[in-house]
Nanobody, 125 residues
Framework: QVHLEESGGGSVQAGGSLRLSCAASGYRDNHNCMGWFRQAPGKEREGVAAILTENGATYYADSVKGRFSISQDNAKNTVYLQMNGLKPEDTAMYYC??????????????????RGQGTLVTVSS
């Protein structure tokens, strides 16, 4: 059974940085799309970043381009989201997720087959 566990959330001031980690277990297939999406109260789910595990190709939402970076450590089955230049509007629950590799782009949140419990990121002004 696929298990995704996030860590690294917390509270920071605007302009600060956080690194989220997602430890994946329960499967061996390396041909997946791993991503992060976020959801704030009263707002729609937003796919933030995704990475195609087979070749490292990445996708970023326009709202985080140039500030966030997604990476993977295949040896550790872990995906990271480095978040720099955080803004108050980045405040949300962040979820790690696995999706079909056929949709590792702006549509990856529509093709999820596993997600973690989430980790809260709070950015104060």
């Amino acid at each position: 059974q696929v298990h995704l566990e996030e860590s690294g959330g917390g509270s920071v001031q605007a302009g600060g940085s956080l690194r989220l980690s997602c430890a994946a277990s329960g499967y061996r297939d390396n041909h997946n799309c791993m991503g992060w999406f976020r959801q704030a109260p009263g707002k729609e789910r937003e796919g933030v970043a995704a990475i195609l595990t087979e070749n490292g190709a990445t996708y970023y939402a326009d709202s985080v381009k140039g500030r966030f970076s997604i990476s993977q450590d295949n040896a550790k089955n872990t995906v990271y989201l480095q978040m720099n230049g955080l803004k108050p509007e980045d405040t949300a629950m962040y979820y790690c997720a696995r999706a079909s590799p056929l949709f590792c782009d702006e549509d990856f949140t529509k093709a999820l087959d596993a997600r973690g419990q989430g980790t809260l990121v709070t950015v104060s002004s």
